[in-house]
């Protein structure tokens, strides 16, 4: 990271900025290509690793991508906020906490853990641990997991 003074490295600190976000953005590599895909999101910290999960449907790009496995690139960002100078636009900044990182990504094919992805999403939104999902839009649904191999955080307060 290139400016160190701006980068966060408490844990506390960096899970507010996860927590804070609401948009994950992951970038895959198809073919030479990048094709990035903003999705909701929700995560778990376990040993202090991150997981991520998203969901969508089981078909098309992203799908085809995902079960294929491998590596992809990911951002998140909260609190962001344009600070607009008016007589000098040099002087312009964006305050902000963001979170990038890499890991692998693979498809949840397991019932109960595609429960438990679907869980921490909408945990994620709502704050409540349980909810009920339907068999049949369980059945429909892909879920995926991004088992996170690094992360930074960058903040400017």
């Known amino acids: 990271m290139r400016r160190k003074d701006r980068e966060v490295k ?15 953005r992951v970038g895959f590599v198809d073919e030479g290509e990048v094709y990035i895909v903003p999705v909701n999101f929700g995560y778990s910290r376990e040993d202090g690793r991150y997981t991520l999960y998203f969901h969508g449907a089981s078909a098309g790009r992203k799908y085809e991508l995902a079960c294929k496995g491998g ?3 990911f ?7 344009l600070q607009i100078q008016q007589e000098v636009a040099c002087n312009s900044t964006c305050h902000f906490k963001s979170v990038i990182g ?3 990504v693979s498809l949840i094919t ?6 438990k992805g679907l869980n ?4 994620h939104f709502t704050g409540r641990d349980e909810h009920t999902f339907e068999e049949k839009a369980l059945t429909a649904t892909a879920v995926y997991r ?4 690094k992360l930074s955080c960058k903040e400017k307060a």
């Open 110 to 115: 397991d019932p109960e853990e595609k429960r």
């Open 71 to 73: 590596s992809v690139g």
């Open 120 to 123: 921490q999403i909408m945990r």
């Open 102 to 104: 890499t890991g692998r």
């Open 75 to 81: 951002e998140m960002e909260a609190a962001s906020k």
């Open 10 to 24: 408490d844990p506390a600190r960096i899970e507010e900025a996860i927590a804070q976000s609401e948009i994950l």
């Open 146 to 149: 991004i088992e996170v191999d």
